[in-house]
């Protein structure tokens, strides 16, 4: 009997090492994966943008503009304000047929628009409200609310708050009425849908008249959800940390955790952040390369809304004092970082008197910041309709004369 020679031993397989990123190339990469690296894409314009970001958050505050006209600013440049409306809202006349719409609003990293696309990649946190009953214990009687608020969605067409019957009791403003809050449970479980607004108002419709039809049915699962979710944040953030993705729509961490190794990101090592992290492979493939834009940015604008992540890639610390009491604040009302050569370099707490935009306060880093600083407060009172600039205050007085000099170089 001839003897079988054993096969000889494979060696066994290690895992192959994360790649490794310096912190600049980190920067760059989170830079150019919100679209302020590079030429901007103006054929795909703000819902290219939108569908890039996967969600811009809404916010009632508005000063130089609101927020989410600033995003698009931010990238694109001087868009028309009301281009921006346009792209996002999808109008249906009572009695049309309605209009695909673009985007829809829900609860993401905040309330935000979203692309149509994504609506069924949210069915898990639509089926998370269904099954905590959120808002119904506030209600007298909520199954009553609610299908008079169906009922008259089906019969009248696409309606604010108002029109259904009005928001608040007559009360303080979070008093809101039990129509209000059945339609915003319907919001919420997906039964109603927001795809426009008018004068800064929800319209509601309902879903399944609003979402086009493969979107609507297009029942998937929370793993294949949550998997979508981190992929998409991977690719806008261009890399992050587990508490970075898990930021970006608000989801935890355990989610995440489940779904990362499918979610086709791959691991990298980041110099300085001490933690495991993940990048877009399409990110790694190429060096980021190109322009920096030079812009003010919204306290809401994805590339710095999770503060902690601001810090550790721009060394930069910022906080929204909207809500602290005015002899508590720093910065201002609504301090606005500057983006300039790929750094975060100042902030200025911008406010509007007629046609005059006014810089009520204004740090900055060195003087190398001051004629970028210059710059974007021209740019962004052009943008909004303002033919002069003041400087009220600046917390350098030798900064301040430089940003004075600069600013009537640019007038004259």
Known sequence: MTAVTPPP?????QPQPATALSRDDARRMALRAQGLLGAPDRRAGVRGM????????????SVLARSHEL???????????????????????????????????????????????????????RRAYRAKGHRWHIMQDSERSCAAVRDRLKADGPLTTSELGGGRKGGEWWDWS????????????????CTERRGWKRVYDLAERAVPD??????LDDTECLRRLVAQAGTAMGVATRADLADYHRLKAEQVDAVIADSGLVPVE????????????????????GR?????????????????RTERIFGFTHRLE????????????????????????????????????????VSMRNLKAVRPMAEALHEAATWVGCDSLRLDRCDDPKLAAALHTELTRMSG
């Open 50 to 61: 939108l569908r890039r970001l996967g969600a811009v958050q809404l916010d009632t505050i």
């Open 322 to 361: 909207a809500y602290v009491p005015r002899p508590k604040r720093i910065h201002g009302y609504f301090a606005m970082p500057l983006l300039a050569g790929g750094k975060l370099v100042g902030r200025v707490d911008p406010a509007r008197e007629g046609t005059t935009l006014v810089a009520r306060q």
């Open 214 to 219: 493969a979107l609507l049915h297009d029942d």
């Open 71 to 125: 995003v698009p600013y931010a990238r694109l440049g001087a868009v028309g304000r009301t281009g921006v409306e346009a792209a996002y809202w999808t109008p249906n006349p009572v009695g049309a047929r309605p209009a695909r719409p673009h985007s829809f609003e829900y609860w993401s990293h905040a309330a935000c628009i979203l692309p149509i696309e994504e609506w069924p990649h949210f069915a898990f946190r």
């Open 270 to 289: 980041v110099e300085g952040w001490g933690k495991p992290a993940w990048a877009d492979p399409a990110a790694l493939a190429a060096p980021p390369r």
């Open 9 to 13: 031993p494979q060696p066994e397989l």
């Open 178 to 193: 039990e129509t209000k809050i059945a339609v915003e449970w319907l919001l919420d479980t997906g039964e109603v849908v």
């Open 292 to 308: 920096h834009r030079t812009t003010l940015l919204s306290p809401f604008d994805s590339l710095i809304w999770d503060r902690p």
